[in-house]
């Protein structure tokens, strides 16, 4: 999402924006207070409230953020400010995971944060497969974000992964499907002594095989929303030109024709990376 700010006092020095800027909007609203803040992780605030989600904001002409929540982006496109949001969600994973150059890592998942992972991923040093069970989005995956191998998790299931890898299991493995049958399943893709990164959130309970977990000595995390520097290092690496925010919006749509495309937008066959609605 990108605004432009408005204020009665304009104080870049105190506030980091003025009256006028184009800023991306950092929607996830922390108390400051609980613990996971004072430890500076406000992106899993114990009160988290998302704009959008919990609270109003999603989608809507005018509202009011907290000056703390906006970030300047004047030399950026609407486009590329409205994408900073996304891409912060990827590069919080990867950096969460402590994901080195020379690793491989799965990233399963081939939709817009699934891909924002791969090209931090890829910005690391990594070498990256892609899994998918659309080739046309395992396409995109190749193109876009530059994965070195893909796997369609319908066709080749486990036994093409170590093929993709020379022989070994994935360091490190991001599951940005949300959907529990892939997350549970991911647990068998991590080589041993590695670490496997839920991205994306599933309402469902997640089972995993025990003696298989500790023979690996895996690590689970969990990866939530993002951090204010996170946004910036997204920040920095569109101002780099190192990602396409131009090929990875697919679609658009006027505010007044957004809620009919919808269902059309949910269709394998539409195609969709994402979709921007336009003011």
Known sequence: MSLRASSKRSDRTKRGVAVGDRVSVIPYM????????????????????????????GMRERMAVPVSHLIAANDLTLDQTAALEPFAIGAHAVRRSGLA?????????GGPIGLGVMAFAKSRGARVVAMDVNEDRLAFCRAWAGVDATVNALRDQLAAVPGANGGELPTVVFDATGNAQSMAAAFGYAAHGGRLIYVGLVSADIAFHDPEFHKRELTLMASRNATREDFERVLEVIRAGTI????YITHRSSLDDMIGQFEEWLKPESKVIKAMVEL
């Open 30 to 57: 922390h108390c400051g207070t609980c613990i996971a803040c004072r430890g500076g992780k406000t992106n899993c605030c114990t009160d988290m409230k998302v704009l959008g989600v919990h609270i109003d904001g």
């Open 244 to 247: 396409d925010v131009n090929r």
């Open 101 to 109: 150059a020379g690793e491989t890592a799965l990233v399963i998942g």
